[in-house]
């Protein structure tokens, strides 16, 4: 089984990479990150505050996480509810790199990323794949941008769903999330140490897509 590992910081345009070069290669693409925002989500509609993340845990059990593929990519489910769209609101996005912090989390979802990677051909994409979910990847790939530029195309990726926000508020979130992310005490956000690190800043997207997928056919000799 081909595994290719995809981490680096919100906003760094994994996602869209990762399911361009799912495609091009017949890869299943596997959004871990979005597992997260699930849990993300049941916390905030649970009404408990971030500051007091740790009362997420003795509910746990009742968090009912699934992800489907069709031809129109990955559909997250919480419970017999699709998320798909709901989980990517800034609040939810910030909910989620706080459980992620929570070790209970992580153990929950940890068998559920890899059991996608025990049956199919995957490429992954979220925080720390190439360090914990999968370490023994093939190739795994530190895809990043300056938080300036994650947080320019953040904002007008919202804008164009109609969200009301403001770069500064946006950039002030973006950094708020490497911090968390990069200082938490389980698994925090870093590259392998055997990871290829891709800066997108000021880079297209084509232009980024044509540098991953050397890599993809250096690596597969495809």
Known sequence: ????????????GKSTMVKALAEKYGL????????YRVVGLYALRAGIGREEIDKLIPLLPAIKVS???????????????????????PEVSLYASDVSALPEVRAKLL???RDFARK????MDGRDIGTVVLPDAELKIFLTASAEERARRRTLELLAKGVDVTYEDTLRQVR??????????????KPACDAVIVDTTGRGIEETIGLLSELVEKRFGI
């Open 1 to 12: 089984m081909k595994k290719i590992a995809v981490d680096g910081p919100s906003g760094a």
């Open 28 to 35: 299943l693409y596997v959004d871990t990150g979005a597992i």
């Open 67 to 89: 992800l489907t593929h069709d031809g129109e990519g990955q559909h997250v489910f919480l419970g017999d509810e699709e998320v798909t769209r709901l989980i990517r609101t």
């Open 111 to 113: 068998d559920l990323q």
């Open 120 to 123: 199919y051909d995957v490429i």
């Open 176 to 189: 708020e999330r490497d911090y968390n992310d990069s200082h938490r005490a389980v698994a925090p956000l």
